[in-house]
């Protein structure tokens, strides 16, 4: 390359560098609002005053709210199902898998800046039936990684479920999580994990493990 024209390769990657960072920012705004107001109760107005950006600005980015929020279960999804992949390749001892697995979903619930994932439960009914159809693309290949989990779980003898229903219920207890759980009571998210894996896998009550001060009211996490 050329003296001349190594600068304007250097422009070139700079802009990128600023659209991908002004894209990432419109999709965790996005997240939020979508998540704390729904996502018809979330304007474009109110993305746009979130990122500090002119109404008209994102466009450049999506052409429609709805491609925001197709974009927003997307991005949960992928980051999602790269964790939980991330922890299957480490081929670990099925009880220990699953309890990395459901530690990871829980954070992906409820962890600091971590709207993406609740957005696609309390939102899908909101997608158009083609944007529905290329997110359900992703929600299986996460719902398999944890289908195949639980089966090497049952085959070790620590799970009993031998249905999908019983996988369906899994979820369902996690995910409703989300909705109950305060951050300001009595349980921090691995005290809570800590009590779900115990619970799933029906092994004998311990004390939980206090996680919040000791002169602090003893409030329920719910």
């Given at each position: 390359m050329s003296a001349a024209a190594r600068p304007k390769v250097?422009?070139?990657r700079k802009a990128a560098d600023?659209?991908?960072?002004?894209?990432?920012q419109l999709l965790r705004a996005s997240?939020?609002?979508?998540?704390?107001?729904?996502?018809?109760?979330?304007?474009?107005?109110?993305?746009?005053?979130a990122t500090g950006m002119q109404?008209?600005?994102?466009?450049y980015h999506f052409a429609t709210k709805h491609g925001m929020l197709e974009a927003?279960?997307?991005e949960g999804l992928v980051d999602a199902l790269a964790r939980i992949e991330a922890i299957t390749a480490l081929e670990l001892p099925p009880r220990q898998q699953f309890d990395q697995l459901v530690r990871t979903h829980l954070d992906t619930l409820l962890g600091a800046g971590q709207d993406f994932i609740p957005v696609v439960l309390y939102e899908w009914r909101s997608l158009e039936p083609p944007a529905r159809r290329r997110v359900a693309v992703l929600l299986k290949r996460y719902e398999?990684?944890?289908?195949?989990?639980?089966?090497?779980?049952?085959?070790?003898g620590d799970w009993s479920g031998t249905t999908r229903i019983d996988a369906l219920l899994l979820f369902g207890a996690l995910n409703w999580i989300a909705r109950w759980y305060d951050p300001r009571g009595a349980l921090d998210v691995e005290a809570l994990a800590d009590e779900c894996i115990r619970f799933f896998l029906r092994t004998p009550s311990v004390p939980v493990r206090k996680s919040r001060s000791s002169g602090r009211s003893r409030r329920a996490s719910s």
């Amino acid at each position: 390359m050329s003296a001349a024209a190594r600068p304007k390769v250097l422009r070139k990657r700079k802009a990128a560098d600023v659209d991908s960072s002004r894209r990432q920012q419109l999709l965790r705004a996005s997240a939020r609002l979508f998540r704390e107001k729904g996502y018809d109760g979330t304007s474009v107005r109110d993305i746009a005053q979130a990122t500090g950006m002119q109404s008209g600005s994102w466009v450049y980015h999506f052409a429609t709210k709805h491609g925001m929020l197709e974009a927003v279960m997307k991005e949960g999804l992928v980051d999602a199902l790269a964790r939980i992949e991330a922890i299957t390749a480490l081929e670990l001892p099925p009880r220990q898998q699953f309890d990395q697995l459901v530690r990871t979903h829980l954070d992906t619930l409820l962890g600091a800046g971590q709207d993406f994932i609740p957005v696609v439960l309390y939102e899908w009914r909101s997608l158009e039936p083609p944007a529905r159809r290329r997110v359900a693309v992703l929600l299986k290949r996460y719902e398999a990684v944890w289908e195949r989990a639980l089966a090497q779980l049952r085959t070790a003898g620590d799970w009993s479920g031998t249905t999908r229903i019983d996988a369906l219920l899994l979820f369902g207890a996690l995910n409703w999580i989300a909705r109950w759980y305060d951050p300001r009571g009595a349980l921090d998210v691995e005290a809570l994990a800590d009590e779900c894996i115990r619970f799933f896998l029906r092994t004998p009550s311990v004390p939980v493990r206090k996680s919040r001060s000791s002169g602090r009211s003893r409030r329920a996490s719910s």
